[in-house]
Structure formats: structure tokens, C-alpha cells
């Protein structure tokens, strides 16, 4: 009986150890991770600011390099090496009209290429800039800033020594603040004592001119709402400013 119980007990313990190596070897095996690459599709090498580049300055070799671009999403102006190879010299030297960022692609809309200064090439045609000598408490507490419109205001002294104010012109434009232009409003100045340069005409300038002669002038700051580019007339002028030219005393014309 013993023998029959010990071959009973050798077969179930073979057939335990048969079972469990099957068991074993009917596990999945390990599921392979396959690496591709993604495909990232053509590119093309495009003109970009290698740093900030401000209003007015001058470019300069350090400030632009080549860069690979996505073909299909290469923004529109942006200057190609693939149609333009020699652009990074050709650019160099040129002026920023606007400021340019760290990885911007160049646009030759945004620079100006001349040897004149930046800001006789800033202004439009038939229009002319003339500093005016202002202080804080006449510039809106400072807050006046290039690129705002604001409103000119001659204040004289009349009879018995009272003050008489009026608006001579409306909605001119302030191209900069001491040395400060548009896109360095962070490098202005802080001292009392300041000089706006304002856009004008030809004839505008003149009545600004006589003005500082006469009086004081003040510079009052216009809303964004009611400082309109497109208007008819830019630059609209109240009152009159009488002024004495070849001799000849006269009322500012109105245009």
C-alpha cells in the first residue's frame, strides 16, 4: 500500500510541476516599445533678431541670425536664406522703425534704410518736428508719453496781469520726450525740465514757434478714445495766435 500511495504522490507532483511550467510559458511576452522619430517635414531658414532690438537703433551683425523655421509655418515678409543669402549683411545697418524681439523673424517693412537721421526718417512727408520746452506739472504730471495725442495750450498774461489760456491745436502728436521715442517709454527721463517734439506742419510749427514767445505753452493729454489717426484733419487748431512776419502783424492761419 505504501508503494501505491508513493506513485499516487509522484504523478500529482509530476503533474503539478507539468501544470505550472505551462502556466509560465503561456505568459504573454513583454510588448516591444517601438521609438520613431517625429516627422517634423521641411523646413526653412529664416532672418530673426538674435535679441531685442529697440525703436531707432541701428542693426548690427550681433543682431541677426539665421534660424530653421517650419516651411508651413514660416510667417508672411519673413526674409528666407533659400531667395535672400546675403540678407543678414544687406539688413546690417539699417534702422528699427518699430522694436523688434529675441527670435522675431526680420520683416524689411519694419527697418529703414537710410543715412539720414532716425528721425527725419520717421516722419511723413509735408511734415516737420519742433521742440517745444515744457515742464512736469505742464505735461500731465509726466504722464505724457511718445506716441500720445495731446493738445496744445498758450497761456499769456493780459491786461491787469491776469492769465488768458487758449487751445491753439488739437490732436497732435508727441514723437518724443527729451531723447525718449516710442518703444523706450521705460528710459524717460525724470527731470522737471523737458522738451517734447511734437509732429506738425509747416505752418503749425511756425504758430508754436511765435507761442513760446509769447507765453507758456502746456501740453494737455487726449484720451485714447478721442485720439483719432485717420481723421480728415490731423491736427485741427482754436483761437488764433498773432504773430508778426516780414513786418506784417497777422492772425495764425487755421490750417
Known sequence: MKYARLVVLGVALGAGLLAARMVMNSKSPEPQVVVTQADTGQSEEVLVASRDIVLGSKLSPKDLEWT?????????????????????????????KAPIYDGEPIRAQRLIDTEK???AAMLP??????????EAETTAGGFILPGDKIDLILTQTGEGNSAVSETILENVRVL???ETTAGEQDKKSLSPKRTATLELTLDQAEIVAQSQ?????????????????DE?????????????????SSQAPTR
Open 68 to 96: 530653421d523655421w517650419p516651411q508651413d509655418a514660416v510667417p508672411k515678409g519673413a526674409i528666407l536664406k533659400s531667395s535672400d543669402p546675403e540678407a543678414r549683411s544687406i539688413y546690417t545697418g539699417q534702422i528699427a
Open 125 to 134: 512727408k509735408g511734415m516737420r518736428a519742433i521742440a517745444v520746452s515744457v
Open 213 to 229: 514767445q509769447v507765453g507758456t505753452i502746456s501740453l494737455a493729454l487726449r484720451s485714447a478714445q478721442d485720439s483719432s489717426d
Open 117 to 119: 537721421g532716425f528721425m
Open 232 to 248: 480728415v484733419d490731423v491736427v485741427r487748431k482754436r483761437g488764433g495766435v498773432s504773430f508778426v512776419k516780414y513786418g506784417v
Open 176 to 178: 518724443a520726450i527729451d
